[in-house]
């Protein structure tokens, strides 16, 4: 198959520019999960980084990419422990906003000790709102690729549509239906989203959503299946790609952490199979340790476990 993007690669400082939403996750470890309104003792409990884009960005750091994060944080004393390990893996944050008066956005995470699999609970202070008025066509330009959430919809389409003119590939992570979403969707070239989005917008079978996403313009859709991996569908071909067996510790931030390899595998002229086992080996290799950025894999370590 030929490779998902093969346009000459631009000059830029930036290999990877994202916009989009980074978190402060408070992660407790359950033996199990209680029933309604029940208790239940936490085994262990961490505050930790995450966040959509943010892990997305430091797992394309990881893999050797330059990287800027565009964004979002209160001024509650929370942004250091957010964007420190960003800085600090060479993500430039510079264009990160401090909003005055607002709560960073947090999760609580509940992981189930004996399967790894996590339960999420967000909240976002709507002060953390991104303006379109804050920004410039340089702070997209700066890059060869493009990766946002829908978490501001008119930013990320306004974000889309800078980037496409300028002739730079338009990756997304979307996996909440809400106003404004179908309109960043059509102006993505790479929309990657969670089965779940794509059942409540498209219907229960993923292939429904790789038809509608491919009728909205996208070269390449992508829906994760977790366990089961994931399926793309160039053209009226569909590509099945499935998970890695790995001992799971914690689900948190995998599907972050596939949407950053998987960047990183179309910049580097992969296939279609070959983006999707690329991302599929990251996301498995975070799964191992705790936390969305925990089991982030270097390049090494991600050349040696797709050889094995």
């Known amino acids: 198959m030929r490779a998902l993007w093969a346009k000459p690669p631009r000059e830029a400082p930036f290999d990877v520019v994202g916009v989009g939403q980074c978190s402060i996750d408070h992660v407790a470890v359950l033996d199990g999960y209680p029933p309604y309104a029940g208790k239940a003792a936490i085994q262990s409990y961490r505050r930790l980084p995450g966040g959509q884009i943010a892990t997305a960005l430091f797992a394309c750091a990881r893999l050797g990419l330059r990287t800027a994060f565009v964004s979002s944080v209160g001024d509650d004393g929370v942004a250091e422990a957010v964007l420190g390990p960003l800085r600090a893996a060479g993500v430039d944050v510079s264009r990160v906003l401090v909003r005055a008066g607002a709560t960073s956005q947090l999760a609580l995470i509940a992981v189930d000790a004996r399967s790894g699999e996590r339960t999420v609970l967000w909240h976002r202070d709507p002060r953390l ?31 889309a549509g800078v980037a496409r003119a300028a002739g730079i590939p338009v990756f997304a992570d979307v996996d909440t239906v809400a106003p404004g979403v179908d309109d960043v969707l059509r102006a993505v070239d790479f929309p990657i989203v969670s089965s779940q989005f794509a059942a409540e917008r498209f219907g229960p079978e993923p292939r429904e959503a790789l038809d509608a996403l491919a009728g909205f313009g996208a070269r390449y859709p992508v829906v994760t299946l977790g366990e089961r991996g994931a399926i793309g569908g160039v053209d009226a071909e569909r590509i099945a790609s499935p998970a890695f067996e790995v001992p799971v510790r914690d689900t948190t931030g995998a599907g972050d952490v596939f949407h950053g390899a998987f960047v990183v595998a179309v910049l580097e002229g992969a296939d279609a199979p070959r983006a999707l086992r690329v991302a599929n080996a990251a996301a498995a290799m975070n799964c191992r340790a705790l936390g969305a950025q925990g089991g982030l894999p270097t390049r090494a370590e991600l050349d040696a476990f797709l050889a094995t």
């Open 129 to 159: 709102a991104i303006p379109k008025a804050e920004l410039s066509r340089a702070d997209v330009e700066r890059g060869r690729a493009l990766h946002l959430d829908a978490g501001d919809p008119d930013v990320a389409a306004w974000a």
